[in-house]
């Protein structure tokens, strides 16, 4: 019977989180590869969730047992009946993401995903009231629930994705499918054959069982437990993504560390995990707040083991306080059922609430803070004289938001004496405040407060937060440029000096690959198509007489790119411009006998291309938009993927030469001149077009990947063990 039921759960949870980046990943052509996308996601299977949950607990509350085997049967065949895994093409409506995104994922894969979010509750409820030995505790299956979830969303980036293309995974999902719902049949059939006295309530639920204000208290206490892993795994997760390093397979790592976490607090040693948490989530705590102090971003893997350590830690805390206090079997699909509640809250709050009230990402520093409310109170009150020790948190405050510099200089370097005195005294007091958990709560608060507050010497012009991330404009201490920056990635630079202000920076100034493309070929085009728009550096390029259409997703940019009081680069330039809000690829494609001279493809999510952009049926549409002797300049550049092969791939299938340069500048270059390093790639059918920089040893022949990424199949994990 054991088997039967721990293989339907495991196998539940592996299809749950396989089903999730198969569905993201499809949906993500659609709306430009922002980690929104991904939060959106999670909040809507969060949802489904509850509702299975929701489901699970009224079955088993007002059907008797044979009943609630044959509407479960008859559920999970009409859920094996529709079609699967198919997300309909369609473009969103500007500022209609989330609901777009919500309807597409609806129909694609709801019914499915809802009956099999129905297991965990409902086959530990089966099994709970079933004679065997260990239905008494049935909270053990959990742990084998989020095993398998784990194992389901690992597998998908590192074996499924790489094997199968998105038909055949669809395909093997139905499958599996077929196998879990035999498989829950069987165990309903055995749980209604062979029922078992119902266990006694533990005597912790007895205070409860007569008093409503405890019971709602409880509820409350779950819910809150729940919520607050869900939102830092989704702020961890846009926090990432957005100011550290863009690499989608991190989408996954925080979800995979969040099941982790629920693995270990209800497993047999839920006991010793909850206690080592407690212990370890104080230095987790003072050292992502150290990070953020000193707004730390390098080296990478130390500063991304830093905050997906703290997010496993604050995991194990509040998802072992929920297992101290799981109720009896009677309450066990009421108690998941408020833990549904709190995930989709925490979704919720992420995906729909936060890009409302804040400006920037302070969603993530506030569940932090609310992580430290888990902590177990002492034992015995604070004494009386330590009252005063409550003018701490204000005063740290004070000391960070108004005090001495606490950041690393532009210029590099390891911090100084004097910064590790502004940034370290703070968290060496906060650490020593760890024993007093209120204390610590508000010392952490105020402290997170304080880096949101403080001020690098920048002047931020304008600040704007869209589904697709927040962009930011400000000048420099210095007063010499302003800048564009998504997360922490730079997408635009403009000299501030009067005489200087037209020249193009960054990845695009004149002694760049960019620069030097255009230097060359400008005389080549009249008309030229930009997939990607950011400051309009580009348009500094333009002579008279030539058309420029850009291709933008996020109408923010447009606005911030077009403001003549922001960027003169559009403004000043002497060619036609246009604008076609939408992904490029979509909007290029839809663009009826329109051909281009020249073809710009650089489209950036922060730090990264996304992924459609570079398929083999995307550069099929460019290459059907280019004029016989037209050119494809692609924009390549990147901290963690090497993107070139792949590239380089697919316009061998299609039978385009193409040459690229990896152009590196020094910080130097970077701080005083804004010009950074960039890596470019140029192909055309023309030879004539490749002649002159076939000639010139910056540039050369990429080596092609064996196989170049489709929409069907791609595979990121290459490209990250290529750079």
């Known amino acids: 019977m054991l088997p039967t039921f721990t293989a339907a759960i495991f196998l539940a949870a592996a299809l749950l989180f396989a089903l999730e980046p198969f569905a993201a990943r499809q949906v993500l052509p659609m709306f430009g590869g922002s980690p929104a996308v991904w939060n959106t996601a999670v909040m809507f299977f969060q949802v489904e969730l509850l509702?299975?949950?929701?489901?699970?607990?009224?079955?088993?509350?007002?059907?008797?047992?044979?009943?609630?085997?044959?509407?479960?049967?008859?559920?999970?065949?009409?859920?094996?009946?529709?079609?699967?895994?198919?997300?309909?093409?369609?473009?969103?409506?500007?500022?209609?993401?989330?609901?777009?995104?919500?309807?597409?994922?609806?129909?694609?894969?709801?019914?499915?995903?809802?009956?099999?979010?129905?297991?965990?509750?409902?086959?530990?409820?089966?099994?709970?009231?079933?004679?065997?030995?260990?239905?008494?505790?049935?909270?053990?299956?959990?742990?084998?629930?989020?095993?398998?979830?784990?194992?389901?969303?690992?597998?998908?980036?590192?074996?499924?994705?790489?094997?199968?293309?998105?038909?055949?995974?669809?395909?093997?999902?139905?499958?599996?499918?077929?196998?879990?719902?035999?498989?829950?049949?069987?165990?309903g059939v055995l749980a209604a054959r062979r029922p078992g006295a119902t266990p006694p309530a533990p005597a912790r639920d007895a205070p409860t069982a007569t008093d409503p204000k405890r019971v709602r208290r409880e509820r409350a206490w779950w819910v809150f437990l729940a919520f607050v892993p869900s939102s830092l795994m989704l702020g961890c997760t846009q926090y990432l993504s957005t100011d550290l390093a863009a690499v989608p397979l991190l989408w996954v790592i925080p979800l995979g560390l969040y099941l982790v976490s629920f693995i270990a607090a209800f497993s047999r040693w839920s006991d010793r995990v909850t206690r080592l948490a407690v212990r370890l989530w104080p230095i987790a705590l003072v050292s992502v707040v150290l990070a953020f102090l000193l707004q730390a971003r390098q080296p990478i893997i130390a500063i991304l083991s830093l905050h997906l350590g703290a997010l496993l830690t604050a995991g194990?805390?509040?998802?072992?306080?929920?297992?101290?206090?799981?109720?009896?079997?009677?309450?066990?699909?009421?108690?998941?059922?408020?833990?549904?509640?709190?995930?989709?809250?925490?979704?919720?709050?992420?995906?729909?609430?936060?890009?409302?009230?804040?400006?920037?990402?302070?969603?993530?520093?506030?569940?932090?803070?609310?992580?430290?409310?888990?902590?177990?109170?002492?034992?015995?009150?604070?004494?009386?004289?330590?009252?005063?020790?409550?003018?701490?948190?204000?005063?740290?405050?004070?000391?960070?938001?108004?005090?001495?510099?606490?950041?690393?200089?532009?210029?590099?370097?390891?911090?100084?004496?004097?910064?590790?005195?502004?940034?370290?005294?703070?968290?060496?007091?906060?650490?020593?405040?760890?024993?007093?958990?209120?204390?610590?709560?508000?010392?952490?608060?105020?402290?997170?407060?304080a880096v949101a507050l403080r001020s690098d010497g920048s002047h931020i012009e304008l600040r704007e937060r869209s589904f697709f991330g927040v962009h930011t404009v400000r000048t420099d201490a210095a007063g010499r440029f302003r800048q564009l920056a998504h997360g922490t990635t730079i997408h635009g630079l403009a000299w501030l000096d009067p005489q200087r202000r037209g020249e193009p920076l960054t990845y695009y100034h004149e002694r760049g690959p960019a620069g030097q493309a255009f230097a060359r070929l400008g005389a080549r085009f009249d008309r030229a198509a930009f997939i990607g728009l950011g400051a309009g550096s580009l348009a500094a390029y333009a002579r008279d007489g030539q058309r420029f259409d850009f291709y933008e997703i996020d109408p923010a940019v447009v606005r911030i790119a077009s403001d003549p009081a922001l960027f003169r680069f559009l403004a000043d330039s002497r060619a036609e411009t246009s604008f076609a809000v939408g992904d490029g690829r979509r909007r290029l494609d839809a663009a009826a006998d329109q051909t281009y001279d020249l073809?710009?493809?650089?489209?950036?999510?922060?730090?990264?291309?996304?992924?459609?952009?570079?398929?083999?049926?995307?550069?099929?549409?460019?290459?059907?938009?280019?004029?016989?002797?037209?050119?494809?300049?692609?924009?390549?550049?990147?901290?963690?993927?090497?993107?070139?092969?792949?590239?380089?791939?697919?316009?061998?299938?299609?039978?385009?030469?193409?040459?690229?340069?990896?152009?590196?500048?020094?910080?130097?270059?970077?701080v005083e001149q804004g010009e950074y390093s960039s890596h470019w790639l140029l192909a055309s059918r023309d030879p004539t077009a490749l002649a002159g920089f076939r000639s010139d040893v910056q540039w050369s022949e990429p080596a092609p990947a064996a196989r170049a990424w489709t929409d069907a199949h791609a595979d990121l994990v290459a490209a990250l063990l290529a750079q």
Request: aromatic residues 10%.
């Open 51 to 187: 509702a299975g949950y929701i489901y699970a607990h009224m079955l088993t509350r007002r059907a008797r047992p044979w009943t609630q085997v044959a509407l479960h049967a008859a559920l999970l065949a009409s859920a094996a009946l529709i079609p699967f895994g198919t997300v309909a093409s369609a473009a969103p409506a500007s500022g209609a993401e989330v609901g777009e995104l919500l309807w597409l994922l609806t129909r694609a894969v709801g019914l499915p995903f809802f009956a099999v979010a129905t297991a965990g509750p409902l086959l530990q409820r089966w099994f709970g009231s079933t004679a065997h030995p260990a239905a008494r505790d049935p909270y053990f299956l959990y742990a084998a629930s989020n095993a398998g979830s784990f194992v389901g969303l690992l597998a998908y980036p590192f074996v499924i994705e790489r094997l199968w293309s998105l038909p055949e995974q669809a395909a093997l999902w139905r499958g599996g499918f077929a196998i879990f719902a035999l498989l829950t049949v069987g165990a």
């Open 316 to 449: 194990c805390l509040c998802h072992g306080r929920l297992h101290a206090c799981r109720p009896s079997v009677s309450r066990l699909t009421e108690f998941y059922l408020c833990l549904a509640v709190g995930g989709a809250l925490g979704g919720a709050f992420n995906s729909l609430l936060a890009p409302v009230l804040f400006p920037d990402l302070y969603e993530y520093p506030l569940a932090i803070t609310l992580a430290c409310l888990a902590l177990p109170r002492p034992g015995r009150a604070a004494p009386r004289r330590a009252r005063w020790l409550w003018l701490l948190p204000p005063a740290l405050l004070l000391w960070v938001a108004l005090g001495p510099r606490t950041h690393v200089p532009e210029t590099g370097g390891g911090p100084g004496l004097g910064l590790l005195l502004a940034a370290g005294a703070p968290v060496l007091l906060l650490f020593l405040l760890s024993r007093l958990p209120r204390l610590f709560t508000a010392s952490a608060a105020a402290l997170l407060l």
């Open 599 to 670: 073809i710009v493809l650089d489209a950036f999510s922060s730090d990264a291309v996304p992924m459609h952009l570079l398929t083999l049926e995307a550069f099929e549409v460019y290459n059907a938009k280019l004029k016989p002797d037209g050119v494809l300049l692609v924009h390549l550049s990147n901290l963690h993927l090497n993107l070139a092969p792949f590239v380089s791939a697919a316009l061998r299938d299609l039978g385009i030469p193409a040459l690229h340069r990896n152009d590196a500048r020094s910080l130097e270059d970077a």
